[in-house]
């Protein structure tokens, strides 16, 4: 079974510049999320899609970060334009179904360099 | 702000001894989940035990959880060298819908 699929894997921006990430999750998955994770911290939620439908973005800094799901696969997130305190590892996770009791599978990650 | 607070932030042991890492949260959950992340890599799943659940085995792993204390510990039993990685708790909380949240970690070194 192929894991989830992320690209870049590395990606080094200056401040003010917008950035995409690309992840395509298992198969048949019909949640995909994105979380931002800064050196040293936990994942942190930004962003959770249900196949194409947003199930929550409460913590996605809308100002300047969007995502999409098109057509309940494949997702991107972007940023634009990118601050300093963006640089972090963006992981892209997906599940079977919509429940959280059931285990997600990550992706392994886009490290952000924001200088 | 993480629901889930691990303790010890960093945890250094002999190959062979036995690795306890802890949770405690702040809310009631419905279950919690333990991952392990390598470095530079994404988080894998370990073991999910549910509220109703005191005690949960996988391999060396043992999970515990008191709901009562609000706390879940993650003993890793014989550890060897490629136990190295950090280790996550995460949370379903009761009131926040399906949002599962995770906690600042565990980095646990195992020196061989």
């Known amino acids: 079974e192929a894991g989830v699929a992320q690209s870049p894997r590395y990606k080094i921006i200056e401040k003010r510049q917008s950035v995409a990430f690309w992840c395509n999750p298992i198969?048949?998955?019909?949640?995909l999320y994105w979380y931002q994770q800064i050196l040293g911290q936990g994942p942190k939620l930004l962003i959770q899609f249900q196949n194409n439908g947003v199930v929550d973005d409460s913590q996605l800094p809308k100002d300047r970060f969007s995502a999409e799901r098109l057509k309940g696969v494949d997702s991107t997130l972007k940023i634009q334009p990118a601050k300093l305190e963006d640089s972090a590892v963006y992981l892209c996770?997906?599940?079977?179904?919509?429940?959280?009791?059931?285990?997600?599978?990550f992706g392994s990650g886009t490290q952000l360099s924001v200088l | 702000s993480q629901q889930g607070e691990e303790d010890p932030q960093a945890l250094s042991i002999q190959e062979g001894e036995n690795a306890t890492m802890n949770c405690s949260y702040k809310?009631?959950?419905?279950?919690l989940q333990w991952y392990r992340q390598n470095s530079g890599r994404g988080l894998v799943h370990l073991i999910l035990?549910?509220?109703?659940?005191r005690e949960k085995h996988s391999g060396r792993l043992r999970v515990t959880l008191d709901t009562s204390k609000k706390s879940s510990s993650l003993l890793i039993t014989a550890s060897r060298a490629a136990d190295t990685a950090s280790y996550f708790c995460?949370?379903?909380?009761?009131?926040?819908?399906?949002?599962?949240?995770f906690g600042g970690g565990t980095r646990l070194m195992v020196k061989p």
């Open positions: 035990i549910r509220s109703n659940e």
């Open positions: 995460a949370t379903d909380q009761s009131n926040a819908g399906n949002m599962l949240t």
């Open positions: 198969s048949g998955h019909a949640t």
């Open positions: 996770a997906s599940s079977l179904g919509d429940r959280a009791n059931e285990k997600l599978f």
């Open positions: 809310t009631s959950i419905n279950n």
